[in-house]
T-cell receptor
Framework: GENVEQHPSTLSVQEGDSAVIKCTYSDSASNYFPWYKQELGKGPQLIIDIRSNVGEKKDQRIAVTLNKTAKHFSLHITETQPEDSAVYFCAADNDYKLSFGAGTTVTVRA | GAVVSQHPSRVICKSGTSVKIECRSLDFQATTMFWYRQFPKKSLMLMATSNEGSKATYEQGVEKDKFLINHASLTLSTLTVTSAHPEDSSFYIC???????????FGQGTRLTVV
């Protein structure tokens, strides 16, 4: 099955700085890589995703890059704001299911 | 679009009783729904996958007789925790996918506390 590793587990950044979260996956057949943001007591919210035929995707302050050869993908948040503080999960598809990373707790310091 | 509603958001029940959690896709037909369990500060653990009109597929180690899943229509799946015990207390989350896509949209989650 798919194994997704996510680093770092916690990340503290100054407001306005950038945050980067990295994930690796094991199954070369995976083609879909979403990122979710989860606030305390709520369900995960899809914030951006990328498919294997694309190397990079951007949506305002967030971007995702994918390196299929190396089997890793990253989430980049620029100009961080306090409302970006949350737990972020990466995931990779595997046989119509998603395998999730362990999560990264991002804290944006004002 | 792609809104998934989960109800209730919180429930407290007594040991030995059963609790039903509903997951609805409000603006799309969900061919597949997934149920997860999440422990504090942990990732999402897939419990089962359900397809409309067929039996759910449970992940290894998940008791199918304890966690009953019904996916009677393309917009509704339910998870019933039977004979609940304190160790079943957790955050349960559903997600739904449309068509053959693995793009998943999550409900708000249900905090179950068994006392």
């Amino acid at each position: 099955g798919e194994n997704v590793e996510q680093h770092p587990s916690t990340l503290s950044v100054q407001e306005g700085d950038s945050a980067v979260i990295k994930c690796t996956y094991s199954d070369s057949a995976s083609n879909y890589f979403p990122w979710y943001k989860q606030e305390l007591g709520k369900g995960p919210q899809l914030i951006i995703d990328i498919r294997s035929n694309v190397g990079e995707k951007k949506d305002q302050r967030i971007a995702v890059t994918l390196n299929k050869t190396a089997k890793h993908f990253s989430l980049h948040i620029t100009e961080t704001q306090p409302e970006d503080s949350a737990v972020y999960f990466c995931a990779a598809d595997n046989d119509y299911k998603l395998s999730f990373g362990a999560g990264t707790t991002v804290t944006v310091r004002a | 679009g792609a809104v998934v509603s989960q109800h209730p958001s919180r429930v407290i029940c007594k040991s030995g009783t059963s609790v039903k959690i509903e997951c609805r896709s409000l603006d799309f037909q969900a061919t597949t729904m997934f149920w997860y369990r999440q422990f504090p500060k942990k990732s999402l653990m897939l419990m089962a996958t359900s397809n409309e009109g067929s039996k759910a597929t449970y992940e290894q180690g998940v008791e199918k007789d304890k966690f009953l899943i019904n996916h009677a229509s393309l917009t509704l799946s339910t998870l019933t925790v039977t004979s609940a015990h304190p160790e079943d207390s957790s955050f349960y989350i559903c997600s739904a996918s449309r068509g053959s896509s693995t793009e998943a949209f999550f409900g708000q989650g249900t905090r179950l506390t068994v006392v």
